[in-house]
């Protein structure tokens, strides 16, 4: 299983950007696909995730701010993220996981960065 994300780049403060999480399975096989972040210093963190059922959860830090969604065609997942804040720079990277047999994979990450 290959994860391939993309989307990143260089904004400012207020601005926006749309990640993508191209999965080289189906998505709809994997229990939950989420976006994880990782900034300097600081451990890796779930942003958000989305089931297989479609339902989804964010961290507090970037409820209403950020939104997951999928493209079952496509299998692929979106991270879209607004009024970016220099807090979100980091390196972000998505991750899709099997409950049974407990196996998850990882893409490499792509370079979100927030200037003020």
């Known amino acids: 299983v290959q994860l391939q994300a993309s989307g990143g780049g260089s904004v400012q403060a207020g601005g926006s950007l749309r990640l993508s999480c191209a999965v080289s399975?189906?998505?709809?096989?994997?229990?939950?696909i989420g976006w994880y972040r990782q900034a300097p210093g600081k451990q890796r963190e779930l942003v958000a995730r989305i089931t297989s059922g479609g339902s989804t959860g964010y961290a507090d830090s970037v409820k209403g701010r950020f939104t997951i969604s999928r493209d079952n065609a496509l299998d692929t997942v979106y991270l879209q993220m607004m009024n970016l804040k220099p807090e979100d720079t980091a390196i972000y990277s998505c991750?899709?996981?099997?409950?049974?047999?407990?196996?998850?994979?990882w893409g490499q990450g792509t370079q979100v960065t927030v200037s003020s």
């Open positions: 399975k189906s998505i709809l096989s994997f229990n939950v």
């Open positions: 991750n899709a996981a099997r409950f049974v047999p407990g196996m998850d994979y």
